[in-house]
């Protein structure tokens, strides 16, 4: 076995037991805090796993837990897709108390009261709690129920059920977890990848920490990474148990780096979810920063020719 192969078998393992305990003890400790806070005694609140931890794609130096809590009184939507005479009108609301920016401040003081000063309310998105020798840092979202309207080929209205967070600046970030774990989950199975697939995401997660440690790229959302290797066809994994990982990470990375030239192809590409397109206004990076992540990723293990 190359170094390389013996490097690329190293970088695709999951989060250590020791690890995953620690993430989970993190969870389990935000869902008492919140649970137990006095404020929330009439509302409705559900809690969502997601992020690498949820997908189990994380690595060591990206291994902080992320949890969405809910406010299930009531949802958002965007019905701007619909004709007029199919706009949604009404909404189910069963408790609209803390709508808005109020269910952030509300949480905010009860992980305060729980955490103390490991508690860091000052991100624009997450509330944070600090890792300690007992657990992971731990990201606590606040969030609502979401629902993207569209007609169906038939022309039936339905929805995307999603979340939305108001961050502190005044804008709203709309999500699909539930969707991005679902494919994710399939895309991973026996008979599309071999279960390759995390693996895959796993040593990019990897080798883009050591060129940021390096100081020879900025450091990426580790999401971005999940979404370039779920775009990449299925052909490119392995599907027999003898077929070297560099081989298959060799073909990954070259096919991202040749989609990924200006006006090339990958501009059509979508997040995991199957709903969000990845190259979009508003999102955290650009084409450019995947092809060039690919070429330095390229250069950095010596791939190929």
Request: net charge neutral; charged share 25%; glycine share 8%.
């Amino acid at each position: 076995m190359t170094a390389l192969e013996e490097k690329l078998n190293r970088y695709k393992a999951r989060s250590s037991n020791t690890e995953q305990e620690k993430q989970e003890r993190a969870e389990r400790m935000v869902r008492a805090a919140v649970n137990g806070w006095d404020g929330f005694a009439d509302v409705s609140l559900s809690f969502l796993p997601k992020g690498s931890y949820k997908n189990n794609t994380n690595v060591r130096s990206d291994s902080d837990v992320d949890i969405a809590v809910i406010h299930g009184g009531f949802h958002y939507f965007n019905d701007s897709a619909l004709r007029e005479g199919d706009k949604v009108v009404r909404r189910p609301v069963t408790c609209k108390r803390y709508a808005g920016a109020e269910f952030r401040v509300e949480l905010e003081k009860a992980m305060c009261a729980a955490y103390g000063t490991d508690c860091d309310p000052s991100g624009s998105t997450a509330i944070e709690i600090a890792e300690n020798s007992g657990r992971v840092k731990a990201d606590v979202v606040p969030s609502f129920q979401h629902r993207k309207y569209y007609y169906d080929a038939q022309g039936n209205v339905r929805y995307f059920e999603g979340t939305t967070t108001l961050r502190t600046n005044g804008e709203w970030v709309i999500n699909y977890p539930e969707q991005q774990y679902a494919n994710g989950v399939a895309k991973n199975g026996s008979s599309r990848t071999g279960k390759c697939y995390k693996q895959m995401v796993r040593i990019l997660k990897r080798v883009e920490n050591d060129l940021v440690a390096a100081g020879r790229i900025e450091a990426l959302p580790s999401f971005f990474m999940e979404c370039l290797v779920y775009c990449t066809p299925d052909s490119f994994f392995n599907h027999q148990s003898d077929t070297p990982l560099t081989d298959d990470f060799t073909a990954i990375v070259r096919h991202i780096w040749n989609k990924t030239k200006p006006d090339d192809s990958g501009k059509n590409w979508y997040e995991p979810n199957g709903i969000k397109p990845l190259f979009s206004e508003g999102q955290k990076w650009s084409m450019d920063d995947a092809h060039q992540l690919m070429l330095k990723t390229w250069q950095h293990l010596g791939l190929g020719d």
